[in-house]
């Protein structure tokens, strides 16, 4: 089956810094890779749809400038959260779309502290 | 912006209990999936339903789409703690675009 790998499973940053977080597609091509942020016992929230070539479509509310998507090619896209604060503190994920459906990244635990 | 309502949020019940989740939307969605996570993981496929009316069935697990395409459930029979964890339902658009209800977090006591 179609896997997506993500890195780094965790990280912990100081306030102001910024974080990037990769998800890789490892046996496909991704077209489209969608990055979630969810935070706990919560559900996830879809915050950009990426898309190979082209500029990032984020959500309504979604700051672009913060959170930079980049798509350069078919099996990596990257999600950096620039000046990242406490706030910004949750659970990534990304997700592509395969021949067997969509496909989740292990997902990234980020604490800025 | 289609919304999927997904209740109930928490679940608490006891082993060998029987349980349902719902899904309920006012939208049409081209297919509704479910989806299991565990704390600290990405979520894992579950079973995708594209036909209304359509009934699929994983061991003890029984999944349900309305007939309208606007709604789903998932019955789990004789619930075992290895079921705990958070339970999603996802639409899915012909855009590709993925809407997630809000998730149960399902608790199996033994």
């Known amino acids: 089956g179609a896997v997506v790998s993500q890195h780094p499973s965790w990280v912990i940053c100081k306030s102001g810094t910024s974080v990037k977080i990769e998800c890789r597609s490892l046996?496909?091509?991704?077209?489209?890779m969608f990055w979630y942020r969810q935070f706990p016992k919560q559900s996830l929230m879809l915050m950009a749809t990426s898309n190979e070539g082209s500029k990032a479509t984020y959500e309504q509310g979604v700051e672009k400038d913060k959170f930079l998507i980049n798509h350069a090619s078919l099996t990596l896209s990257t999600l950096t959260v620039t000046s990242a604060h406490p706030e910004d503190s949750s659970f990534y994920i990304c997700?592509?779309?395969?021949?067997?459906?969509?496909?989740f990244g292990s997902g990234t635990r980020l604490t800025v502290v | 912006t289609q919304l999927l309502e997904q209740s109930p949020q928490f679940l608490s019940i006891q082993e060998g209990e029987n349980l349902t989740v719902y899904c309920n939307s006012s939208s049409v969605f081209s297919s509704l999936q479910w989806y299991r996570q565990e704390p600290g993981e990405g979520p894992v496929l579950l079973v995708t339903?594209?036909?209304?009316?359509e009934v699929k069935k994983l061991k003890r697990l029984t999944f349900q789409f309305g007939d309208a395409r606007k709604d789903s459930s998932l019955h789990i029979t004789a619930a075992q703690p290895g079921d705990t964890g958070l339970y999603l339902c996802?639409?899915?658009?012909?855009?590709?675009?993925?809407?997630f209800g809000q998730g149960t977090i399902l608790t199996v006591h033994p």
């Open positions: 996802a639409g899915g658009t012909s855009y590709g675009k993925l809407t």
């Open positions: 046996d496909f091509q991704a077209t489209t």
């Open positions: 997700s592509a779309v395969t021949n067997y459906g969509y496909t």
């Open positions: 339903v594209v036909t209304g009316g």
